[in-house]
T-cell receptor, first 114, second 114 residues
Framework: DSGVTQTPKHLITATGQRVTLRCSPR?????VYWYQQSLDQGLQFLIQ???????AKGNILERFSAQQFPDLHSELNLSSLELGDSALYFC?????????????FGQGTRLTVV | AQTVTQSQPEMSVQEAETVTLSCTYD???????LFWYKQPPSRQMILVIR??????QNATENRFSVNFQKAAKSFSLKISDSQRGDTAMYFC???????????FGTGTRLQVFP
């Protein structure tokens, strides 16, 4: 158990809908990262938050947004869902920024858009 | 932009034998970190081993070791005394010294058979 909790584990929804994925980082970790793992794109970095502030952005679609709350949990919001958004979404957390700090991954949320 | 390439989509090895997974990367930076992650059927991303680019000595973790060739931008993973529990997808990942995001290769699916 990495200590990173993601809910829900599975999500099935229809095209055009909006969903929210939730992540609770390891106790004390200030950085949260979101990654998307799809069959054709592999693991792609979406966005990073550090202590409530956006720190880095990857190839995140405009239909996607995220935030980190004062209690350090994070949510990834996906809207106007398309079939191609079906993927495994990982959250990871680390204690600090930079250095050799290890990122610990949650078990992911499997999103299926039908 | 940094890229990570894993040229072996699938590998297989017999129990107790040794297998080497290849990874090459491209970067213009001199300070960075390299990682191997394991993703078993449970989907959990598990850190196997890490290497700091400024260290010449190859990292080892029990049965896992790396061959880091900085000039060649190569970072292979050697698994000795392979076990059934090593069956998983293995991802090579790069992280710049200045950012926290991980850049992943496309993965190598390793099957360990009796």
């Amino acid at each position: 158990d990495s200590g990173v909790t993601q809910t829900p584990k599975h999500l099935i929804t229809a095209t055009g809908q909006r969903v929210t994925l939730r992540c609770s980082p390891r106790s004390g970790d200030l950085s949260v990262y979101w990654y998307q793992q799809s069959l054709d794109q592999g693991l792609q970095f979406l966005i990073q938050y550090y202590n409530g502030e956006e720190r880095a952005k990857g190839n995140i679609l405009e239909r996607f947004s995220a935030q980190q709350f004062p209690d350090l949990h994070s949510e990834l919001n996906l809207s106007s869902l398309e079939l191609g958004d079906s993927a495994l979404y990982f959250c990871a957390s680390s204690a600090l920024q930079g250095g050799s700090t290890e990122a610990f991954f949650g078990q992911g949320t499997r999103l299926t858009v039908v | 932009a940094q890229t990570v390439t894993q040229s072996q989509p699938e590998m297989s090895v017999q129990e107790a034998e040794t297998v080497t997974l290849s990874c090459t990367y491209d970067t213009s930076e001199s300070n960075y970190y390299l990682f191997w992650y394991k993703q078993p059927p449970s989907r959990q991303m598990i850190l196997v081993i890490r290497q700091e680019a400024y260290k010449q000595q190859n990292a080892t973790e029990n049965r896992f070791s790396v061959n880091f060739q900085k000039a060649a931008k190569s970072f292979s993973l050697k698994i000795s005394d392979s076990q059934r529990g090593d069956t998983a997808m293995y991802f090579c990942a790069f992280r710049s010294y200045n950012t926290d995001k991980l850049i992943f290769g496309t993965g190598t699916r390793l099957q360990v058979f009796p």
